[in-house]
């Protein structure tokens, strides 16, 4: 069974930085392409990254030029780097598959991030 562990959100203050992990185990990610989600209260989940087998990286313009996804396939896991916070990406981050590239895994608890203004 695959299992998704997020970690390395916070309350941050706007302007401010932080590094989020997605450690994998159950299934080996070298060949999928994977995704950063994120979920604000009261709003559907969304796409913000995708990074590919060959590390391809693709943002949603809400976060182009601020976040950055990388991967380390031999730790099995996956990061995104957010500088430049702003107050509305404060939401609960996952990570899993990228939309298109296979069946999603189930969800992890995902990681929580505030940025204060």
């Known amino acids: 069974q695959v299992q998704l562990v997020e970690s390395g959100g916070g309350l941050v203050q706007a302007g401010g930085s932080l590094r989020l992990a997605c450690a994998v185990s159950?299934?080996?990610?070298?060949?999928?392409?994977m995704g950063w989600y994120r979920q604000a209260p009261g709003k559907r989940r969304e796409l913000v990254a995708t990074?590919?087998?060959?590390?391809?990286?693709n943002y949603a313009d809400s976060v182009k030029g601020r976040f950055t996804a990388s991967r380390d396939n031999v730790k099995n896991t996956v990061y995104l780097q957010m500088n430049s916070l702003k107050p509305e990406d404060t939401a609960v981050y996952f990570c899993?598959?990228?939309?298109?590239?296979?069946?999603?895994w189930g969800w992890g608890q995902g990681t929580q991030v505030t940025v204060s203004s």
């Open positions: 159950g299934s080996g990610i070298r060949f999928n392409a």
């Open positions: 899993n598959v990228a939309p298109g590239y296979g069946t999603s």
């Open positions: 990074i590919t087998s060959g590390g391809s990286t």
